[in-house]
């Protein structure tokens, strides 16, 4: 069987094998802003390069519920608790719908859904670098809400015009609610900014803790930073728009101001707005770490990953029981 991960992570030369003619006619389709169907035909590196982004979104959506359902039995009041736990669903939510956008194109391999979960438990699919990080503090539930969140706006609404129909459609309502999600954290971190001295501290704390894991959010700038890029090719193929660099800029850009306002800081002597060539100026993140923390050793990766695989085997019985196939046992 064809393994997409042994493949996907290298992107192959789009022309090798594809009929010239039908490349021609999906490139033209392609920039008169047409959407690209499941059942389409489509090159090979379009297929896989999607099925890398796509899965890799699902998956995190998944394992990114984790880190605020820790914070469900310990959230501070009755209204607190409906609204992580609300989240905590929709999170879930979006993953299957795009495990399933995911599903279509794995079928020409003979693949399933579950084979990217069982990916994931081999730790041959990544997941997003901030989901393997701690949720330390009540805090910290926030910060993901407002920040996480956000940048998640940022990076999604980026590719809502995706030239690849079901993701694009996927997108329109995730990014939907996405918008609740970030207000959510937001309405946490209002409370802990005018709160008191403690709450303050504990908020200051929580945003130096995730500043790095923020800005490693959209990636690498480019291929030298970390060894690898494909933006170049999300971009020729129009999934999505701005380059990881532009998309941490337009970060930088709303959040700074916010961040200030609130009478908080970032852990960076160096930051500061070059006006000439209007960009941030920041400290990069460390990109060794981010590599160890993408390869499942991050500060709680492996916890996650059990946890993910204790629920997998708990609810075995409910995919037996809606698709009683040998693929679902
Ligand atoms: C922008 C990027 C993340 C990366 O751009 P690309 O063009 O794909 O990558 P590029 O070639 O530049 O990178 C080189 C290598 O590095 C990898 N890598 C890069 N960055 C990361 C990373 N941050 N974490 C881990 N790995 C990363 C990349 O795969 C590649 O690996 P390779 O060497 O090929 O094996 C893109 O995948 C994207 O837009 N994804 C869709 C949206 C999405 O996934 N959203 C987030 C989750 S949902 C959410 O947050 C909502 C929520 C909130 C709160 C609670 C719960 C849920």
């Given at each position: 069987m064809y393994n997409f991960v042994e493949h996907g992570g290298k992107v192959t030369e789009n022309t090798a094998n594809e009929d010239p003619i039908l490349y021609e006619q999906f490139m033209a389709r392609i920039e008169a802003g047409e959407k690209i169907e499941a059942d389409d035909w489509m090159p090979e590196e379009y297929r896989q390069t999607l099925i890398k982004l796509i899965s890799m979104?699902?998956?995190?959506?998944?394992?990114?519920?984790?880190?605020?359902?820790?914070?469900?039995?310990?959230?501070?009041?009755?209204?607190?608790?409906?609204?992580?736990?609300?989240?905590?669903?929709?999170?879930?939510?979006?993953?299957?719908?795009?495990?399933r956008v995911a599903e279509d194109l794995l079928k020409p391999y003979g693949k399933q859904r579950e084979d990217l979960m069982h990916d994931l438990l081999k730790g041959d699919l990544k997941f997003h670098n901030v989901f393997h990080m701690n949720t330390k503090t009540w805090a910290d539930a926030g910060v993901v809400g407002w920040l996480v969140d956000g940048a998640a706006i940022i990076s999604q609404t980026n590719m809502l015009d995706a030239s690849y129909g079901p993701y694009q459609r996927a997108l329109q309502r995730i990014c939907a609610e996405e918008v609740f999600h970030a207000q959510h954290g937001e309405a946490i971190i209002m409370a802990l900014a005018e709160g008191t001295e403690e709450q303050r501290n504990m908020l200051q704390e929580a945003v130096n803790r995730w500043w790095p894991a923020l800005l490693m959010f959209f990636g690498?700038?480019?291929?030298?930073?970390?060894?690898?890029?494909?933006?170049?090719?999300?971009?020729?193929?129009?999934?999505?728009?701005?380059?990881?660099?532009?998309?941490?800029?337009?970060?930088?850009?709303?959040?700074?101001?916010?961040?200030?306002?609130?009478g908080l800081t970032v852990p960076d002597d160096t930051l500061h707005y070059n006006e000439e060539e209007k960009h941030w100026v920041y400290q990069q993140p460390d990109w060794n770490e981010f590599k160890q923390i993408i390869g499942n050793n991050g500060p709680r990766s492996k916890e996650r990953l059990r946890l993910r695989e204790i629920a997998y085997e708990n609810n075995r019985w409910v995919r037996q029981a809606l698709a009683p196939s040998p693929a679902y046992s």
């Open positions: 979104h699902g998956i995190s959506e998944i394992m990114g519920a984790l880190p605020e359902k820790e914070w469900t039995p310990k959230a501070p009041t009755l209204k607190r608790k409906l609204g992580i736990m609300a989240k905590v669903q929709d999170e879930m939510g979006h993953g299957q719908l795009l495990l690498p700038g480019s291929a030298s930073t970390t060894g690898s890029s494909k933006q170049e090719v999300t971009t020729k193929y129009k999934i999505r728009k701005s380059s990881n660099e532009e998309l941490r800029q337009a970060f930088l850009d709303k959040y700074l101001p916010r961040v200030f306002s609130l």
